[in-house]
């Protein structure tokens, strides 16, 4: 017996439709890594889109109006505060115009899917500064294009299908738009992204359970991408409460809550609306953010994380940004750092905060949004120190009343170098225009270890061999780490003078560094090495020239 076609959704049966596709990408996250063009362990477009569909639907499940506009708003806004790395902002970008293009309606009908769909192919081109083809934008706009010829059908049903054949499709395509998608034999992670999610659609529009419909993918590990999506940016807080609350009831009073909540800690966020708010704060006395949650109106979640990892550590902190308080620098820095030594070094040069991130674990744009707020000054540079990263950072101007300058910085040895460039007399434009100049004086070498066989710009590589990627370009593959680092040099200009920074990762010796840095001495006289210990995961060494 046939199933009756559906004409319209509600609110309930959206929010459904979406945590299938949510709970498909999930399944299928492995699948959508493993096509990243690089064959390094960054691979992680698909853990991005899947971890801002789980912000995306965290705030779905908070929203109590049944309209499926309203769910699609609140959506929307958990996309955006929940994107990780340029698929995940896009993705935001998707999801909040197909919010735009139902513009509150009580029901999705087929002309508002359609209408959304448009206005969800518009909002991800203009999310990118330089659009290309072949890429996620290519698939949501074939796929806009074509719901839209289709519409007159008068069915959800058959405009979902029409939605995965185009993309299933576009993704197909992708190489023959992109020559570096054909060189390394796959297509593009985020369009595939995209088009699982659309897939997941419409399994559960026909009414096929997700855990039948087809074999899994090898499982992501739960507890690792479960510790990803719960992290807050918590260094340099002085404060040992993360505090969140929604609070629901009507005519709240959205900046008399906010107002409030600023005397109470730092990492302040709260957005909303009239009838329902969302409070972040970092404070000592989570019980006063409680009380003036149910003074406002109805606590509807309630969620308490301590944060104080050691109390010495916490009054040391407390000393040190009563210090910083005192004389607040008209600009402030943040910076995306992976590793504890290289955490150390971004403080010692005087990055103002720290977030923990960077390949493989992107933060979320609220976790930047919640370091920017914890700066002294109204204006902060925000370092993203890798390309990925780079759309997040963007977004984050749209969640703060602050002046946000977003440094283009797509290493950490460039983020140093930005950082050491800051003259603290200067005025802000001058010093934010010095650190983007300090940028190009800069080259960075990365080692790694390919976790594919591919081949990019003539290099061929088989999985597990170590490789050495210059300034973004995969440069060669080597025997080990060390000869590695010597063939990436061998390729640079030669210079009468040259510093060379050895950062030695995680899993990386002092000894094999230290050695490393004689015989780099021995075979380039024109260079000074300095080796210093960076802890960074997955990469044996990163190194700065200059």
């Known amino acids: 017996m046939s199933r009756p076609a559906i004409a319209s959704l509600s609110g309930a049966e959206l929010r459904e439709l979406f945590a299938a596709a949510t709970a498909w990408l999930e399944r299928n996250v492995l699948q959508v890594n493993a096509v990243n063009v690089f064959p390094v362990p960054d691979g992680d477009t698909g853990t991005n889109m899947y971890l801002t569909m789980r912000s995306t639907m965290e705030e779905a499940e908070r929203c ?25 902002v896009i993705l935001s970008q998707i999801i909040g115009g197909l919010a735009r293009g139902v513009d509150g309606a009580t029901d999705v009908t087929p002309k508002g899917l359609a209408a959304g769909l448009e206005q969800a192919s518009a909002a991800a081109y203009r999310a990118v500064t330089k659009p290309a083809e072949g ?15 289709a519409n007159g059908n008068g069915d959800l049903d058959s405009l979902l299908e029409t939605a995965v054949s185009t993309a299933k499709s576009s993704v197909e395509k992708t190489p023959s738009l992109l020559p570096v998608l054909r060189e390394a034999g796959v297509v593009d992670a985020g369009g595939l992204g995209l088009s699982v999610l659309l897939e997941g659609m419409l399994h559960h529009i026909r009414g096929e359970p997700i855990e039948t419909t087809a074999e899994a993918a090898e499982p992501v590990e739960q507890d690792w991408l479960a510790s990803t999506g719960a992290r807050h940016q918590t260094e340099g807080s002085l404060y040992g409460y993360c505090t969140e609350l929604l609070i629901g009831g009507r005519e709240l009073d959205l900046e008399e809550i906010r107002g409030r909540v600023m005397g109470l800690g730092d990492s302040v966020i709260v957005v909303g609306d009239p009838q329902l708010v969302r409070v972040h704060v970092h404070t000592d006395d989570p ?15 309630v969620k308490v994380d301590n944060i104080r990892k050691q109390a010495e550590r916490f009054v040391e902190m407390h000393e040190e940004m009563r210090g910083d308080a005192a ?15 290289m955490a150390r070094v971004f403080r010692s040069v005087g990055c103002t905060r720290v977030v923990s991130g960077g390949p493989t674990m992107n933060p979320s744009t609220r976790e930047i949004v919640d370091a920017v707020e914890a700066c002294p000054a109204d ?19 749209k969640l703060t009343k602050k002046r946000l300058h977003v440094v283009g910085t797509r290493s950490m040895p460039q983020g140093i170098a930005a950082l050491l460039a800051v003259s603290p007399g200067e005025d802000v434009k001058t010093v934010v225009e010095a650190m983007e100049d300090a940028c190009g004086a800069v080259r960075t070498i990365e080692i790694t270890r390919a976790v594919r066989r591919t081949s ?87 190194v700065s020239v200059e």
């Open 64 to 88: 109590e109006d049944p309209a499926a506009g309203a769910v699609l708003a609140a959506m929307s806004h958990g996309a955006l505060m929940g994107a990780r790395g340029n698929s995940g």
């Open 379 to 397: 204006d902060v540079a925000v370092l993203p120190n890798d390309k990925n990263i780079i759309l997040a950072a963007q977004q984050a101007r």
């Open 287 to 301: 019980g006063a953010a409680l009380s003036l949650g149910t003074g406002a109106g109805q606590l509807v979640q």
């Open 327 to 341: 004389e607040a620098p008209p600009l402030s820095t943040v910076a995306v750092v992976a590793g504890e030594g």
């Open 456 to 542: 990019i710009g003539g290099v061929r590589v088989n999985e597990g061999d170590v490789i050495a990627i210059v300034d973004d370009q995969l440069q060669l593959a080597a025997p080990s780490a060390e000869e590695a680092v010597v063939g990436a040099l061998e390729g640079l200009p030669q210079a009468d003078e040259s510093l060379a920074t050895l950062y030695y990762g995680a899993e990386t010796t002092a000894a094999a560094a230290e050695e490393l840095a004689r015989n780099i001495r021995e075979r380039f006289s024109s260079y000074e090495v300095e080796v210093v210990f960076g802890g960074q995961p997955n990469y044996d060494y990163i």
């Open 135 to 149: 890429t996620i934008l290519t698939v949501i706009r074939e796929v806009s294009e074509a719901v839209t010829a």
